[in-house]
């Protein structure tokens, strides 16, 4: 079956760097278009950054918030989407997740995800 787990989370100084994995199995990974989201307490989950797949030339979207800091990249042959965080601030804490993306319109939008990780926590804090 569809199983997506992240790791890397932990707790960083402000300024600091971690870098998230998400591990695929149960699916091709390469003809997927993968993508991060996190949610804080009490509020939505909010899309991060997303990758295209096979055929798309690796393209790469941001939030807003994160342009510059994070890069999403994938290694099909590890089964692996990353999203390395530089620059880490305190509200970048939340708990992150990954999904796959079947659905093509606005890639910020959850509902185009139809598998998600169980979430890793990331705590930016001095």
């Known amino acids: 079956q569809v199983q997506l787990v992240e790791s890397g989370g932990g707790l960083v100084h402000p300024g600091g760097s971690l870098r998230l994995s998400c591990t695929a199995s149960?699916?091709?990974?390469?003809?997927?278009?993968m993508g991060w989201f996190r949610q804080a307490p009490g509020k939505e989950r909010e899309g991060v950054s997303w990758?295209?797949?096979?055929?798309?030339?690796?393209?790469?979207e941001y939030a807003d918030s994160v342009k510059g800091r994070f890069t999403i990249s994938r290694d099909n042959a590890k089964n692996t989407v990353y999203l390395q965080m530089n620059a880490l601030k305190p509200e970048d804490t939340a708990v992150y997740y990954c999904a796959r993306r079947v659905v093509h319109s606005r890639w910020s939008n959850v509902n185009e995800y139809d598998y998600w990780g169980q979430g890793t926590q990331v705590t930016v804090s001095s």
């Open positions: 990758i295209s797949g096979r055929g798309s030339g690796s393209r790469t």
């Open positions: 149960g699916f091709t990974l390469d003809y997927y278009a």
